[in-house]
Each structure stands twice: as C-alpha cells, then as structure tokens.
C-alpha cells in the first residue's frame, strides 16, 4: 500500500537544455494536487511548452532536461520519475496520468481518418472497448464535449469542421482515457474570441466535473486567470513570481507580472470597445 500523496505532477528543479548547452528553462519548481488547476504564463519565448513538453517527455530531439518531474495517476498510486523513463514506460503514463491538448488541433488528428475513427482509437486502447460499446463511447465523448451532431462529425475528415469543433474533438480526444492530469497548451488561442470563451467555459466545466489536475499554459493573463486558481510567471525559462490569481492579479510584485497584467486589462478594455 503507497502512502497517499495528493499531487498529480511535482516537478523539482527542472532544467531544459540543448545539446549545444543552451539553458532554455532553469530551476523550475512546481507541483499540482489532484483536483487543482495552475496557470503557467509568460510572454512567447519563455519556455512554457517546453516545460509542458517535459512533463510528458515529448521534448524535441537537441533537447535534454534534468532535476525531477513526478507524475502520478492517483493519490494512492505510485509516482512516475519522468525524466530518464523509457519510452515504453512514457507511453503507459501518457493518456492515463497526463494527456494534453495543443493550440492547433490539426496537429492531434490525422488529416486521412475520420473524426470517429480517431476518437475511437484511446477508448478501444485505454477502455478495451469493442463492437457497440466502443460506438455508444464515441457518441458520448462527442456530445461531452457539446458537438451538435454527433453523426456528422463522427464520418467527418478534420478539415471537414470548423476550429472550434476541431478543438472539441481533440478535448474529447484527451479526456478518452480519464487521465488525472490535463495539459492544455495555449488551447483557445488560434480561435475567434467568441468560440474561445465556449471552449475555455466546456474546458472549465469538464475539468470540475472530472476533478482533474489541470496545467494550462497562455501568455494570457485574462485567459489564464479565467480558469486556473494560481499562476506561475515564467520569464526566459526561470519563474519570476507564483501565486494565487488573486494575488497575482491584484498585487503583482514583479515589474514583469505587473505588465502581463497590465497588458490583460489593455486587452480586456480593447475588447469591452470591440462588442459596444
Ligand atoms: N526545437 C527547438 N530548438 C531550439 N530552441 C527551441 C526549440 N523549441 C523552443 N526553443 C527555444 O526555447 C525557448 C522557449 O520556447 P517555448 O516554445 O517553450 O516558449 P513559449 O513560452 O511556449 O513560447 P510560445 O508561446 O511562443 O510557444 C525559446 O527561446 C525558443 O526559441
């Protein structure tokens, strides 16, 4: 019996390295409990894909990282060295422990395969699921996920839907195999402001319906602070400043965080304009 330890991802000292010894993310602490959602935000550059990339092994080839990144399935499971796994224990961990969801779609799904079949690839891997059963997960992955009718995309190629549906489906995609911590990368910023804030509310809603882990990742501040409930501010690979997004929002310490915020409330006024 392991003893239960409550934090989905715990990630110590974690530096991200090209071959030529380039430091890229330096030094970065961070963990996340079961059930809590953390904002990792900083301007393009910072290295905040490259540290979600880390967490779930998948960084470019020229790329090395060191220090601890932990994973864990559930508070009674055992934790997951990432860093230095093989790629067969990456490939069990992935899906089930962390999945994540890019800002482009297309780069989730296979141009030359419809959209059910895709679906259908995780629930029959992780879920076993066959036959009608597999047909009835499918539907229901999809109406989660809010896609009016279910059918049409179901036979549908990805170019065939909209963005926004795209990006549905590669929610739908992620959450197939229920895993207790949920990546998702810039995942609204490709789309018009009024499908993002759809999309960012289903994100919301699925993550505090599931009790996932959330780690999502924006150089907006707005946006972060929308769905997460603290937020750590990366500036050329090092944090600058953690903390709740109260906090953060409302008393930012460090001359960077306060332009983040700054350029958030710009943003949010430019748009108050846009719709009056
Ligand atoms: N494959 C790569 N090879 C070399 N350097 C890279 C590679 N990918 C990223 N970098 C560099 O690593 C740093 C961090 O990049 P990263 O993509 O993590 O930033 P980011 O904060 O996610 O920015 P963006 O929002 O623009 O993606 C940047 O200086 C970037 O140029």
């Known amino acids: 019996m392991n003893a239960r330890d409550p934090r989905a991802l715990d990630v110590n000292g974690l530096t991200i390295r090209t071959d030529q010894g380039r430091t890229l993310v330096s030094d970065l602490s961070f963990s996340i409990n079961a059930g809590s959602r953390l904002g990792l935000v900083g301007e393009s550059g910072?290295?905040?894909?490259?540290?979600?990339?880390?967490?779930?092994?998948?960084?470019?080839?020229?790329?090395?990282?060191?220090g601890s990144i932990v994973l864990r399935e559930a508070?009674?499971?055992?934790g997951t060295e990432v860093i230095g796994a093989t790629e067969q224990r990456l490939t069990g961990l992935r899906g089930r422990a962390a999945t994540v969801v890019f800002q482009e779609p297309l780069t989730a799904l296979d141009p030359l395969m419809r959209i059910g079949g895709?679906?259908?690839?995780?629930?029959?891997?992780?879920?076993?699921?066959?036959?009608?059963a597999l047909r009835r997960a499918v539907a229901e992955a999809l109406e989660q996920v809010r896609l009016p009718d279910p059918d049409r995309i179901t036979r549908a190629y990805p170019h065939e839907?909209?963005?926004?549906?795209?990006?549905?489906?590669?929610?739908?995609?992620?959450l197939a195999c229920d895993p207790?911590?949920?990546?998702?990368?810039?995942?609204?910023?490709?789309?018009d402001v009024t499908v993002q804030s759809e999309v960012l509310a289903l994100l919301d809603g699925l993550v505090a319906q599931r009790g996932m882990a959330l780690l999502f990742v924006s150089h907006d501040l707005a946006v972060?602070?929308?769905?997460?409930?603290?937020?750590?501010?990366?500036?050329?690979?090092?944090?600058v400043e953690s903390g709740s997004v109260d906090d953060i929002v409302r008393?930012?310490?460090?001359?960077?965080?306060?332009?983040?915020?700054?350029?958030?409330r710009h943003l949010e006024s430019a748009l108050e304009r846009i719709v009056r």
């Open 46 to 66: 910072s290295g905040k894909s490259l540290t979600a990339l880390a967490v779930l092994g998948l960084l470019p080839p020229g790329m090395n990282a060191s």
């Open 75 to 78: 508070p009674d499971a055992p």
């Open 118 to 132: 895709q679906l259908a690839e995780p629930l029959r891997r992780w879920r076993g699921l066959r036959g009608p």
């Open 161 to 174: 839907i909209s963005g926004g549906q795209r990006q549905r489906v590669a929610l739908a995609m992620a």
């Open 180 to 191: 207790a911590l949920l990546i998702a990368d810039e995942p609204t910023t490709a789309l």
């Open 224 to 239: 972060v602070s929308s769905v997460t409930d603290h937020v750590l501010v990366l500036k050329d690979g090092a944090a």
């Open 251 to 264: 008393r930012p310490q460090h001359p960077y965080t306060r332009d983040l915020v700054d350029s958030a």
